[in-house]
């Protein structure tokens, strides 16, 4: 029987959970199993996005039968040749003969290599920026070799701003019905499988899935749909945020990751030993048996934290076998960034910490924290003080220095470095729109300082206005204003139509889709918002760069249980995350709107042309200087290797293995 979910009114999920595969790709656990996903477009034409692996071919079949409903299929993008996903690929074309295979002339050639089929007369080839209208949409075709293969490409449609993202932004796990990550707590729940999933399939290629976030980067998106895992309708900057972190091998949390290789468990206490002292010290530690827990899992945290540390006994006059294959496997996926302390163990000639070493010096910017702590055979007392040492050097870097005692300050000076602006985010206040009425035209602006400050009755509430803001003068003018509470759900957008604009130049109201207005004619938000409150001004104080209002409340109704939008949540899951590595030029950026005054200097009394706030609410941003870098870069892949003269005759790309004849002149 068919088991689909509708994504959009004509985007079907068409794919399939598989909770019976032990190994991915033959050699990563997948204990919750994993998701086959595949979609189908219901435009004038149809579009299947991918098909799945063999495992799942029959719910398949049959959730695309279901979802044409007797209709034909007239194109097949693919997006990504590996089995996972195009295994069912012959029996889809040979299903549907009129269906059109819409692919790059990389997945052409694999296609062939994968089926004894004559496709020829049925592809339509596609490159880099083309596109193809299928009806009300219009799929454009962005190329992203080696997130994982080098034919990978994503496709964009800009109708309904949809992002397909083959392998990019999947997670290990079956979704076990649940479509889209907002149907679950993925950050709390799946963030550990999407990272082990990254890191083991794509980790390597961080640099080529910077340039496929560089290119997502200029489009606008509301859904994302990867391959694998769940569909993303909200708060994807959030897991973008992750992407950023580990593409670049920039660590996600300031921790230690100590895996040890321990046979009798002597290396083990010396491990158990240091984790203690860690942990007294207020670091957090991961720590994990190299012979019992799978590497994927220690490389995933070797991903996430700062500073690893690996024990190993040596073994066959090299290091012992599950640390090996760990140390291989990091080294496989080119972790950087990171420190590295080192524990051998040798009962006569110890090389477990050379060999750990060597393993690992390959790997850019690896820094060895101190000398190697060599046991033998047995950790001894008096080398407990090493461990204290080691202990010590890492908390030095990692856990929080109690701040030295101030010198002498006179009482009640204000110091601007002593006020760190991001304190004011972490208030739990709430945000609104303020809207008010004069002269037959309405007024409206977002603020974030409405709060009861009296519970007598008539309840009194105090706002404050930014001066500069046009709504400020009109509040003063008209005397009285509503206050619409907004909720959670509320979309950036509507911050950016009340918040970013101002009602000197644009009528804010003019194209709303509400026109609710309260008892005292002034506009109310009845959407995105729980509670309107309509007030009368009773008393005004000059805040030098802000007016504060305190105001009866004269009306108030609940609109909705909607859980109310703070301040801390705007900033966290509403306001869109910085693109990746923009190309930096000396500027001033707004804390508040994000808007960039471009730059060296601004003047004392500049306030943003968007939101009205000062100069001390603009961070001064300062390009940092780079040298250029001489090089190469592969034009199948994207590879960048460094070289001031000429690239050798036998020269071979690391990551796809193109010789120097796929490679062009390159500055970084
Ligand atoms: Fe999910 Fe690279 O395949």
Redesign the pocket.
Known sequence: MYCTRKIREDLIWVGADDRRLSCFEGVYGVPDGVSYNSYLLLDEKTVLFDTVDKAVYSVFLENLAHALSGRPLDYLVVQ?M?P??AATLELVVQRYPEAKIVCNAKTKTMIAQFFPLDLAERMVLVKEGESLCTGRHTLHFVMAPMV??PE?MMTYDSADKILFT??AF?TFGALNGRLFADETDFFGEHLDEARRYYTN?VGKYGPQVQAALKKAAALEIALVCP??GFVWRSHFGDFLEKYLLWSSYTPEEKSVMLAYASVYGHTENAANILAARLAEKGVRVRMYDTSVTPASYIVSDAFRCSHLVFAATTYNAGVFVTMENLLHDIAAHNLQNRKVALIENGSWAATSGKVMKELLSGLKNIEFLGETVTLKSALREDQLAELDALAEAIAAELAPVPAAAPAEAPAGQFSPEAVDNKVFSKFSYGVEVLTTRVDGRDYGCIINTAGQVASCDPKKITISCIKKNHTCDMVAKAGRFNISILTEDAPYSLFQHFGFQSGRDVDKFADLPWDERSSNGIRYIPQYTNAVLSCEIIDVKDVETQVLYIANVVEARVLSSAPSCTYGYYHAHIKPKKNPAPEQKECWVCRVCGYVHEGADMPDDFSCPLCKHGKEDFEHVKPVEKKKEKGYVCTVCGHFEPCEGELGEDYVCPICHHGREDFEPAER
């Open positions: 990504h590996e996972d996903h994982h293969w990978v083959a392998d999947g399939i391959l694998h």
